[in-house]
């Protein structure tokens, strides 16, 4: 599969190595309005492949997207210690108003796989930019919150997180929604599994995982600046099931019409992906709280969504 990049910064270049070396991608392009740079990531990866897989990559323009299958959009500014991912929006609809149209003109038939923040939001922008289906129009949405809490709760309750069940719905962001009512490990809840194994997971314990997952962006980009390793394998996740054309049910972010009243929305819900893209949207059996909280999220993405919109409008 012809994967193409654009942004080959932290995110754009982690995301590169990670296709390359898993092998999901056979082709990798990687576009940056920084020629140099991402000329240099290409280089280096691709001294990498070998070690790895028979796969190719190079940096290229917007021409060089022909054929690609997905096309990842990383490209953008990024959080700075203490901005929140909606404080970005300006900046990127206006990068997103350059960056579209180019794809869209070299590869009308990708699926557009969103990763820019606030990344929910900037998946409805781009649906609207390209003019795609909403099938062909994903955000990686809360595909990475889901691996943060399924990774906490795996090393709290000593099981491998590929055995726990537990998703994040809502925005990518400050609002998301860790849903714990329907969340298993084998075939018991949390609490039974918990207690199984001689762990407390009461109301203190949940409140910490939470603060946990939804501030997990905050405290890493403290630390060295930016995140991009999880995001990485988030997105190879992606393209792994489109790829192979698995039906996975994943948490990406797409545009719903209606999620808890709220209409005309892009936020993550738990989603079948097939080779076409999105295939069906499953709609979660949550608790009256998490339909409360899910709402919230909804609410949120659709005040900031319409400010973005209407930046778009306002220049044509
Ligand atoms: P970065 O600054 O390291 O890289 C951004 C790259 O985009 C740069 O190389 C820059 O040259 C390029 N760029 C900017 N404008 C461009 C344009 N018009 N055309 C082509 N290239 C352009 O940033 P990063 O850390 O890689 O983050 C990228 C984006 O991804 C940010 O918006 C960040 O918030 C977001 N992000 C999202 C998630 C998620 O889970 N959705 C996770 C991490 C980061």
Redesign the pocket.
Known sequence: MKIGI???????SATAFSLIMTGVAHKVVL????EK?ALAEATDIGHAAPFASAAKIKSGTYADLKECSIVIV??????KPGET?ID?LGR?VK?FE??IPQIVQNAPDCILLI???P?DIMTDVALKLSGFPKERVIG?GTV?DTSRFRTLLAYYLGVSAKSVHADVLGE?GDSEVLVWSNAEAGTLTLEEYAQDVGKTLDEAKKAEINDSVVNA?YKIIEGKG???FG?AG?LTQICRAIGNNDYSILTVSSHHTDVEGIKDVCLSLPTVINRRGIHHVITPKLAAQEHAKLRMSAETMKDHTEKALAMISQKS
């Not at 576009?31 to 920084?34: E, G, L, S, Y």
């Open positions: 654009i942004g080959a910064g932290a995110v754009g576009v940056d309005m920084n740079k990383t490209a953008g500014a990024n959080q991912r970005l990127n990068i350059n960056i990763t820019s923040n990344a990686s990475l990518h962006a930016a995140t991009c995001i988030a």
